[in-house]
Structures are given as structure tokens and as C-alpha cells.
């Protein structure tokens, strides 16, 4: 069965170390994706599309040099995009995710741990859902995001490792347009 994400209900958060010595935290906006799940519910496939352009940390100076060409080139790549290439249930809900993640153009693989609540819930307004949370990490330098600045002690500005946390909601694909 397809769902499609619903994006108002969709996050993707992210922190990263800043000066060696605490972390920034951060968001983007989820553009469109998809899930599929199995007769038993199972999940399948997950695909989603992000704006880098909507990155957020709450400093708007920061915001814009993280949109810029030292980093995200949103202006030249409009998308992030990811894309599982398979699915490993891990348990009750669990699942190990492995898929391609697609930023500046540079496709790597990563992998996500889920948690996956695929058993359908009616909203009040009669609509089909399902939710996961999932979490990873990757290497900004892999996605040739390597600007940097060394600071006196020669711990730097802005740390390698992403983590992010991503919190998604999804409307069955089969509801009416109407409906959804």
C-alpha cells in the first residue's frame, strides 16, 4: 500500500557541534515522499525530497551561509533527496532502513534506524495514517560540504558529523483527492 507523507506533520531535525564544545540545532522542510508497506503492514520502500533552502537554526546569518555555496548551493541544487534501497525489519516496529541520500548532486548511501507505527489510524476526518521515527548520522564532508575553520585550540567551527532525527506522518495514497 502507498502513503504519501503528510508534510505539515513531517519533520526533519538535525544538530551538528559547534566550536568543539556544544551542538547548533536545526530543521528543514519536507517538500513530498512516499512509503510503501506489504500486506502485513511491513515497510518497503521510503522515498522523501527536502528543501535546502528551508534549512533553519534560529541565527539568520548562520541560515544563509548554510544555504550558500560553502555549504548547501541551494540556490544551484534544489533538493535533497533520499531513497531506500532496502528495508531489514529489526523486531516489533524496528527496522533498519539503507537507502541513497542525494545532496549538491553527490549521491552516498546512509542508514537509519526506524521505528515505524504502520498499523492505520483514522483521523477525525475519516483519513488513513501511519507514523515513524527514524534516526542517523552521516559525514557532511562525504557530500563535499567541507567548509570549516580551525579554531586556536584546533578544534573546528563546525563539526563533521550530522545527526538528525526525522519525526513522519503519512495519509494513505488510496484516500479520495477529495479527502486528503
Not at 547548533?24 to 520502500?45: F, H, M, N, P, Y
Amino acid at each position: 500500500m502507498k502513503w504519501n507523507l503528510d508534510t505539515a506533520h513531517t519533520s526533519v531535525d538535525f544538530k551538528v557541534r559547534h566550536m568543539g564544545i556544544s551542538s547548533v540545532r536545526g530543521s528543514l522542510q519536507v517538500l513530498s515522499g512516499s512509503v510503501e508497506t506489504d500486506e502485513a503492514g511491513r515497510l518497503v520502500k521510503v522515498e522523501a525530497v527536502l528543501d535546502p533552502a528551508s534549512i533553519t537554526t534560529g541565527e539568520p546569518q548562520r541560515d544563509a551561509h548554510l544555504r550558500s555555496s560553502d555549504f548547501l548551493h541551494a540556490e544551484q541544487h534544489p533538493q535533497i533527496q533520499f531513497e531506500s534501497t532496502s528495508i531489514t525489519p529489526k523486531g516489533e516496529d524496528r527496522y533498519t532502513i539503507e537507502g541513497n541520500l542525494t545532496i549538491r548532486g553527490v549521491t552516498k548511501p546512509v542508514t537509519l534506524q526506524a521505528e515505524a507505527n504502520t498499523r492505520p489510524v483514522k483521523d477525525p476526518w475519516g483519513l488513513q495514517r501511519i507514523a515513524a521515527s527514524a534516526s542517523g548520522e552521516i559525514n557532511r564532508k562525504d557530500w563535499n560540504l567541507t567548509w570549516n575553520q580551525v579554531l586556536e585550540l584546533g578544534a573546528l567551527l563546525v563539526g563533521e558529523e550530522v545527526r538528525f532525527n526525522l519525526e513522519v506522518e503519512a495519509v494513505s495514497a488510496a484516500q479520495p483527492a477529495a479527502a486528503q
